[in-house]
């Protein structure tokens, strides 16, 4: 059989699909189950949990998040920018002059809005 | 060493860049002006809407790729724009109600509605696999806080957050498949595509199904249908229009680019479409008989209609991409009308949403129940309105020769015979006697009734003169392929 660039990938997939199984299912066959309360509780890097699982918390929290997100993804594309300066000329120049201002209206937007303060 | 710019042709961006800047001036005058009024911040809209009309008007009949291939100026995709830039103007007209309390700034909503609807044009344009996803997820990001902007109704969260999750479920399948388009012809070009389809490779195959799924969902075509009725019924009103009128229409303009692209002439590939879309013409008009919510009855009659259009594309020819555009004028036109009257006697509210609000309108408010029987009728594909004409081009071509183009006729008339007890159930509702007093006639602001009388109009001038525009220059699109 001619060995199609696609049948390494085939394989790989195969041995993937193996592992995760057996890793998944020998462990259940194998163990003997002793459960105390220690083994039961959720596990938290060793130190005993401290509150429950599925409080409530500030919906600030996932607005913080998001918009670290979009504005550090934003950032990110400024190193490459950086880097090519000089090949990408003024060009690149005026390109990224025009996002920054696109970037600073919505970042002016959010902080007037409040988005930065937490209420 | 130097990095040789890419060729960008600022004419054939320009109605995107324009829009863009009307997006970024409500913003800055939302942020600047301590109290800008929502007539400020619409009418900012609405004049973007204007001048990237404007900006397309060099454009018309030309055909320019630009952007390394990546997007096309066409007259294809200057049809779909106008039709775009007419829905996002209605859109603004009818928000014009929505009352203070409702949620979110008016200055986002509406920077939303533009940024959503660049995204749409950013579609209708594309030229490759990228460029089509952009679009989607521009169109469909500003979409999910659109629909979450009347959050003080729990149905809206609730329509937001399914709206999010299907949604991000559906762009899954559409990159996954565009991966695997990738891999079958090793070009993100649309054009690259006719290659593999000729060959209708497992890769190809594979891929183009998962395409359809995250179309279909995003054109709301049955199986893939389930979440419109509940987003629909949820989100405010406007958001609704836009959602049922701007995102088909961008979505139908992928679906075709794809389709013509690839395909060119009938392939076995395509019976999956077919098949959806007999699902859809079922699907949509059985649904539509028990709704008693006029946004939800709105939600499955845009599952019948997207199943309608899709029988458009059945022989993959040219009459098809001009009877498309055709139908979809229409529906725009009439569904813009039909969700401007919901809005106009709502007075911003959603008390129309309920079909009971409608018992003897007619008595009460005799020329919005004219105007939305006539919605209705053009909905239902009655003669002498747009829709008629549409649904005939379609039987027209659905009649090709080949079985499936006959099922779908007959599906076509059958869903069309349903449609015309639901339609007609709501119009018997509007003329029926009520006992009792009438209740104090609100509702008579001037902006939803430009937004009426404009889809009002579209529907009687292409329903009593359909040749004229069908044969005009803007229908007849697919000389540009």
């Known amino acids: ?119 | 060493m130097t990095i040789a710019p890419v060729a960008i042709s600022w004419t054939a961006l320009a109605p995107m860049v324009v829009l863009a800047c009307g997006g970024l001036v409500v913003m800055l005058v939302d942020l600047l002006s301590r109290s800008a009024s929502r007539a400020v911040l619409y009418g900012i809209g609405v004049v973007s809407c204007i001048a990237a009309f404007a900006a397309m008007l060099p454009l018309y009949g030309r055909s320019i790729v630009t952007l390394n291939g990546a997007f096309a100026a066409d007259r294809f995709s200057w049809t779909f724009d106008a039709l775009l830039l007419f829905t996002l103007a209605l859109t603004f007209l009818l928000s014009s109600l929505r009352k203070a309390d409702d949620g979110g700034s008016p200055g986002s909503y509406a920077a939303l509605l533009i940024f959503c609807t660049i995204g749409g044009m950013v579609m209708a344009g594309a030229n490759n696999l990228i460029a089509v996803f952009l679009g989607i997820e521009q169109l469909s990001l500003a979409l999910y806080v659109l629909a979450g902007t009347g959050f003080p109704r729990e149905s809206s969260q609730e329509a937001a957050l399914k709206y999010v999750l299907l949604g991000s479920l559906a762009s899954g399948f559409l990159i996954f498949g565009s991966a695997l388009l990738y891999g079958a012809d090793g070009s993100m070009a649309l054009a690259a595509l006719a290659k593999a389809a000729a060959s209708l490779s497992p890769l190809f195959v594979a891929g183009f199904a998962l395409f359809l799924v995250g179309l279909g969902f995003k054109l709301a075509l049955a199986p893939f249908h389930t979440w419109a009725p509940d987003i629909y019924e949820g989100s405010p009103l406007a958001v609704t229009a836009f959602m049922a009128v701007g995102v088909k229409v961008a979505t139908f303009a992928v679906l075709a680019r794809v389709v013509y692209a690839a395909f060119g002439h009938d392939s076995p590939a395509l019976v999956a479409l077919w098949a959806i879309a007999i699902l859809s013409m079922l699907v949509g008009n059985f649904g539509a008989i028990r709704q008693r919510n006029l946004k939800r009855l709105m939600a499955f009659s845009s599952i019948a209609q997207a199943g309608y259009i899709v029988v458009a594309l059945n022989g993959v020819n040219r009459e098809g991409l001009s009877a498309m555009l055709f139908y979809l004028a229409a529906y725009a036109f009439t569904t813009m009308g039909a969700f401007g009257v919901m809005a106009l006697l709502g007075d911003g509210s959603e008390s129309y949403a309920d079909l009971d609000a409608y018992r003897g309108l007619f008595f009460k408010r005799p020329w919005p129940a004219a105007l939305m029987a006539l919605f209705f009728f053009s909905l239902a594909g009655i003669p002498a309105t747009a829709g008629f004409y549409g649904k005939i081009l379609l039987l027209q071509l659905a009649f090709n020769g080949t079985a499936w183009g006959v099922a779908m006729a007959v599906t076509l008339v059958l869903g069309t015979l349903i449609s015309f007890y639901v339609y007609g159930k709501v119009v018997w509702n509007m003329f029926a006697a009520v006992e009792g007093e009438a209740p104090a006639a609100s509702g008579n602001a001037i902006a939803p009734w430009i937004a009426v009388a404009a889809g009002a109009l579209g529907t009687i001038v292409f329903g009593v003169l359909p040749q004229t525009f069908y044969a005009s220059q803007p229908f007849l699109a697919a000389a540009a392929k």
């Open chain 1, 1 to 119: 059989m001619p060995a199609s660039p696609w049948t390494i990938i085939a394989v790989y997939f195969i041995i993937a699909l193996v592992v995760a199984c057996v890793i998944a299912i020998v462990p259940g066959i194998f163990t003997r189950k002793r459960p105390t309360v220690e083994k039961l509780e959720a596990y938290e890097c060793g130190v005993p949990p401290t509150s429950a699982l599925l409080g409530r918390f500030p919906v600030r929290f996932f607005l913080v998040a998001m918009l670290f997100v979009v504005f550090d993804v934003e950032a990110a594309s400024f190193f490459p920018w950086a880097v090519q300066l000089k090949a990408l000329g003024w060009f690149g120049f005026m390109e990224m002059l025009t996002f920054i201002v696109v970037l600073g209206i919505g970042y002016a937007y959010v902080w007037k809005k409040g988005g930065f303060s937490w209420r």
